[in-house]
């Protein structure tokens, strides 16, 4: 048996006979929601919507990422595009803006590098960055998001909706 195996299974155990013994009182490491919130710092208080909050023993989802401010809101065709030769220039891998593709990622000719949005009707909180351009023919309404293999991008299609231009 391998040693990841066999870690994974004393780990199992001791866990499982320390719940059972009830060797810990883990009572004292929780706090209650008002606890909690008293000893948040003001910066992050101020920045998120439900920092923390705790019921009975069970700790519920944070929000991860600070409120950002929507500057804009403009109507959109969204098209997906993956990296192949023939969507792309010869350097199917590097962005426009020089950095390498990866999720998140959109092309757009209006919007300068670097800016944040969110598609809200499509992919609710998720923030993309304009890191790419397109070909001048497809104007300035028009957003490109970046998709790992050429079926997945296919399969997006077309899609009128709008996009949130977020603060920086």
Same mark, same amino acid.
């Given at each position: 048996?391998?040693?990841?195996k066999k ?8 866990a499982t006979?320390?719940g059972f013994a009830g060797i810990?009182d883990?009572?004292q ?6 606890e909690a919130?008293?000893?948040? &710092?003001?910066l992050?208080k101020?920045?998120?919507?439900s920092?923390i909050? *705790?019921?009975? @023993?069970?700790? !519920? #989802?944070v929000?991860p990422?600070?409120k950002?401010?929507?500057?804009r809101?403009?109507?959109v065709?969204?098209t997906a595009?993956?990296?192949t030769v023939w969507?792309t220039d010869d350097t &199917?891998?590097i962005?426009?803006?020089g950095?390498s593709?990866?999720d998140? *990622?959109?092309? @757009?000719?209006? !919007? #300068?590098?670097?800016t944040k949005?969110?598609?809200?009707e499509?992919y609710g ?12 023919r ?5 957003i490109?998001?970046?998709?790992d293999?050429?079926i997945?991008?296919?399969d ?7 996009i949130e231009?977020l603060?920086?």
């Amino acid at each position: 048996m391998n040693s990841r195996k066999k870690l994974f299974r004393y780990t199992l155990l001791l866990a499982t006979i320390i719940g059972f013994a009830g060797i810990f009182d883990c009572s004292q490491l929780f706090l209650s929601e008002t606890e909690a919130k008293e000893d948040l &710092p003001e910066l992050v208080k101020e920045n998120f919507e439900s920092p923390i909050v *705790i019921q009975d @023993n069970s700790i !519920l #989802p944070v929000s991860p990422m600070p409120k950002q401010k929507v500057v804009r809101t403009i109507r959109v065709i969204t098209t997906a595009y993956s990296s192949t030769v023939w969507q792309t220039d010869d350097t &199917p891998f590097i962005t426009a803006a020089g950095t390498s593709v990866r999720d998140g *990622i959109v092309a @757009n000719n209006l !919007l #300068p590098f670097g800016t944040k949005i969110r598609l809200p009707e499509i992919y609710g909180d998720k923030v993309f960055i304009v890191e790419d351009r397109m070909h001048s023919r497809k104007g300035y309404y028009h957003i490109d998001i970046w998709c790992d293999s050429y079926i997945e991008a296919k399969d997006y299609g077309a899609k009128r909706t709008y996009i949130e231009i977020l603060e920086n």
